[in-house]
């Protein structure tokens, strides 16, 4: 079945909704191995995470980011881009999984 034929809306083909889902349960994925790793005493390797006073406020904004992307995305139709971020973001949270791996 060719998912371009499948309207969610007017605006809004299946698979675009797909890799939009997609993308942000990966983020989700990354935010909890982030957390963790610092659970277990480790370091987090982005830089940006240092900018938050807490863990907690780390994660909360990453959820938030990874669902206006997300959204954005989705309401422009924007497959193309959700594919490439979604496999970036697949590769971060195997990445993050050898490396977790690693440590035990």
């Given at each position: 079945?060719d998912t371009k034929?499948?309207?969610i ?11 939009g889902?997609?993308?942000f349960l ?8 982030t957390?963790y ?10 830089p940006?995470?240092?900018?938050f006073?807490s ?6 904004g990453k959820?938030?980011v990874a669902?206006?992307?997300a959204i954005?995305?989705?309401h ?9 971020l979604s ?10 999984i050898l490396?977790l791996?690693?440590?035990i």
């Amino acid at each position: 079945m060719d998912t371009k034929l499948i309207k969610i809306s007017n605006r809004i083909n299946l698979k675009t909704l797909i890799f939009g889902l997609l993308f942000f349960l990966f983020n989700m994925v990354d935010a909890m191995q982030t957390k963790y790793t610092l659970d277990i005493g480790r370091k987090e390797g982005n830089p940006i995470a240092s900018v938050f006073p807490s863990i907690n406020s780390y994660l909360l904004g990453k959820i938030i980011v990874a669902l206006i992307i997300a959204i954005f995305l989705i309401h422009y139709n924007k497959t193309a881009m959700l594919i490439i971020l979604s496999v970036v973001m697949g590769l971060v949270a195997a990445w993050n999984i050898l490396a977790l791996y690693s440590w035990i």
